[in-house]
Antibody, heavy 121, light 106 residues
Framework: EVQLVESGGGLVQPGGSLRLSCAAS????????MHWVRQVPGKGLLWVSL????????DYADSVKGRFTISRDNAKNTVILQMNSLRVEDTAVYYC??????????????WGQGTMVTVSS | DIQMTQSPSSLSASLGDRVIITCRTS??????LNWYQQKPGKAPKLLIY???SLHSGVPSRFSGSGSGTDFTLTISSLQPEDFATYYC?????????FGQGTKVEI
């Protein structure tokens, strides 16, 4: 079965750090670009970060730039989101998602179930 | 950044109705426009990619059209399982912005 499974969410104090993991299975991981998207419960979707297939290129939303770092381990079929200097406004469900090729619109065709991050004192 | 304007933000419809949701972008994105469906407590699911291509396994009552800056998602005959929130997303450039969502209610 093709799937993505996130882990690592939880409760953290403002200024703290969390490390989210996304484990891929059921498909060849290394060819795919991967993304993180977050969603405040009851609100819309917000793109957070991307990493290309070999980890050479990354990009971030302005709201997380300089605080979050995306990385991947193709040997372990895993993508990581290291979140530092967390703020209350980072509270959200975090999803990882697989991107299709340009021939298929660079859409997000596979999503994980999400992991909740709560930043609160 | 490319701004997404999705409308309406919500709509009420009945079973069998034809539903149209629109998405406008602040600059031309060719056909790099995707549509997702999300139900409460669940991850989004891809419906339409590249503006008009139906993702595998998605019922044919869903269709997409448009190019440039104006796009539509059409549900030809609303079914009970279609009550959900729908999002457009541009994949032309980063940040990969989403529309604000359209909640389809009974």
């Amino acid at each position: 079965e093709v799937q993505l499974v996130e882990s690592g969410g939880g409760l953290v104090q403002p200024g703290g750090s969390l490390r989210l993991s996304c484990a891929a299975s059921g498909f060849p991981f290394s060819p795919y670009w991967m993304h993180w998207v977050r969603q405040v419960p009851g609100k819309g979707l917000l793109w957070v970060s991307l990493i290309d297939n070999d980890g050479t290129n990354t990009d971030y939303a302005d709201s997380v730039k300089g605080r979050f770092t995306i990385s991947r381990d193709n040997a372990k079929n895993t993508v990581i989101l290291q979140m530092n200097s967390l703020r209350v406004e980072d509270t959200a469900v975090y999803y990882c998602a697989r991107q299709t090729s340009s021939s298929f619109g660079r859409a997000f065709d596979i999503w994980g179930q999400g992991t909740m991050v709560t930043v609160s004192s | 950044d490319i701004q997404m304007t999705q409308s309406p933000s919500s709509l009420s419809a009945s079973l069998g109705d034809r539903v149209i949701i629109t998405c406008r972008t602040s600059q031309s994105i060719s056909n790099f426009l995707n549509w997702y469906q999300q139900k409460p407590g669940k991850a989004p699911k891809l419906l339409i990619y590249a503006a008009s291509s139906l993702h595998s396994g998605v019922p044919s009552r869903f269709s997409g059209s448009g190019s440039g800056t104006d796009f539509t998602l059409t549900i030809s005959s609303l079914q009970p399982e279609d009550f959900a929130t729908y999002y457009c997303q541009q994949s032309y450039s980063t940040p990969r912005t989403f529309g604000q969502g359209t909640k389809v209610e009974i």
